[in-house]
């Protein structure tokens, strides 16, 4: 399967100096997978499993959504607004 296209956005684990622009599924598995890592929290892990097991676009959509809705509830996916302010993260 060739890697999906998204909607890019733009994500960071606090206290991060960097942010992180996700442009495709893989890169999308990458930040889950190291999100994952870092915070071990088992609702995180069935969002990685459930990225992992995409075998249509549908899917990868479902999924890619999912995860930028738990970026946004903790406060990681990154604005515009605060890109320009320069804050790491989504107020």
């Known amino acids: 399967m060739s890697v999906a296209p998204v909607d890019g956005f733009e994500a ?24 994952v890592i870092r915070d071990k929290d088992p ?12 075998n249509s676009s549908a899917t ?14 903790r406060g990681m996916l990154v604005t515009a607004s605060a890109l320009l302010t320069g804050s790491p993260r989504s107020p």
């Open 60 to 73: 990868a959509e479902s999924a890619i959504r999912q995860l930028k809705q738990a970026l946004a509830c």
């Open 43 to 54: 609702a995180l892990k069935a969002l990685l499993r459930h990225i992992e097991k995409v």
């Open 12 to 35: 960071s684990f606090p206290g991060a100096t960097q942010v992180v622009r996700v442009t495709n599924l893989h890169e999308a598995k990458v930040f889950a997978r190291r999100w």
